[in-house]
């Protein structure tokens, strides 16, 4: 008699689920859920909820207890072989006595890549990869590209009227879109691991950049980009002690005789202009990455928006289009260089549209980034 064909699928897709149970929690870290099955049952569901705390698979294998024995682990992501903050998970699964584990992905970070599924097979454990794998790379794009391009995922959100207007041409923008599309941001904020923007917006908008959200349990870094030195650390962006980031150029002249000053919750960090004159948005988010950054958020204005998109450092547009129209004095979207022919302009892929309240909400991303990470 032929042993019934396991959907392999089926149960990786549960441990997905379990793992994007993570996404305001577990930063730095990856998102990973386990699923443990035994006889066609789920015996055992684990995920990792923070850093520091117990893996998915010790979850999900003290929930299985000895029904663990000869059964089979479902893992989004290669387990861990290093001792870190926790123990190896492989090890935890060769104790356990598993016979088969699937993997959705092999872990991008060097310390592992590899080396757990190898511990397993060299003590006789079926290790299968790959199943799901897009799924589970999209799940944590952000450490993923961390890992392997040394700087965080970027995001870049914008709201407008659906003419492409962001402000009149007297600079009032409050609010272009509803308190409904606010809430949505904050959400995304708090799936983040660094929110960007610069001096000009803060002032402009007395913008707070924290996560107010019921299911924000961790705040980002907020990165404001200050290269002229126009904060001063009384605005209120200050006045909350989550911490700050604020990126000034060698010739920041703040950066050189008041760098004291700041409040203990601001460190500054300097990064080169480019030649241009700008600060070197490659160099910040490198920056970034060495501080264990996984994702981005950005919020600003159409120069900084078109100069990271310019720079292809944008890996995925978050666009709200609210049911109003502004007219041609009103400011544009986005800052980009003048184009001679279509094939210069950027071109994007509509991964998701959807209404927010009474917004249009549009995630794009380019073209390159579809080979790039998420494949």
Not at 300 to 313: F, K, R
Request: charged letters at 20%; hydrophobic letters at 40%; aromatic letters at 4%.
């Amino acid at each position: 008699m032929t042993k019934p064909r396991v959907n392999h699928q089926f149960y990786m897709q549960r441990a997905l689920e379990l793992a994007a149970q993570g996404r305001f929690s577990t930063h730095p870290n990856p998102m990973v859920g386990c699923v443990i099955v035994a006889n066609g049952e789920i015996v055992g569901e684990g995920w990792h909820e923070r850093a520091g705390e117990p893996h998915a698979e010790v979850h999900a294998l003290r929930q299985a207890g000895e029904r663990a024995r000869g059964a089979t682990a479902y893992v989004t992501l290669e387990p861990c072989s290093h001792f870190g903050r926790t123990p190896p998970c492989a090890d935890a699964l060769i104790n356990a006595g598993l016979q088969c584990v699937v993997v959705a992905m092999q872990d991008p970070n060097p310390q592992v890549s590899g080396e757990g599924i190898a511990r397993l097979q060299a003590q006789g454990i079926d290790v299968k990869v790959g199943v799901l794998e897009h799924d589970a790379r999209r799940l944590n794009s952000g450490f993923v590209s961390r890992m392997q391009r040394k700087r965080p995922w970027v995001r870049v959100k914008m709201a407008a009227s659906l003419d492409g207007r962001t402000a009149l041409a007297n600079g009032a923008s409050q609010w272009v879109t509803s308190s409904d599309v606010r809430n949505d941001v904050h959400r995304w904020r708090a799936q983040s691991g660094a929110i960007l923007s610069t001096a000009e917006t803060v002032l402009a908008d007395q913008a707070q950049l924290t996560a107010r959200h019921q299911q924000a349990v961790l705040q980002p870094l907020r990165v404001i980009i200050d290269s002229r030195g126009l904060l001063t650390g009384e605005e209120v962006v200050f006045s909350n002690t989550a911490p700050i980031l604020l990126v000034h150029a060698p010739d920041t002249q703040r950066s050189v005789d008041s760098a004291t000053r700041w409040p203990e919750h601001v460190q500054v960090v300097t990064v080169e202009r480019t030649k241009t004159g700008h600060i070197d948005l490659a160099e910040l988010l490198h920056t970034l990455a060495a501080r264990e950054v996984n994702s981005v958020w950005t919020e600003c204005g159409a120069q900084l928006a078109g100069a990271l998109i310019e720079a292809e450092l944008v890996d995925e547009l978050i666009v709200y289009l609210a049911p109003k129209l502004m007219g041609h004095t009103a400011h544009g979207l986005v800052h980009l260089p003048p184009f001679e022919a279509m094939s210069q302009v950027p071109e994007l892929k509509f991964t998701d549209v959807r209404l927010v309240a009474d917004a249009l909400r549009i995630v794009a991303v380019p073209h390159r980034v579809r080979g790039d990470i998420l494949s």
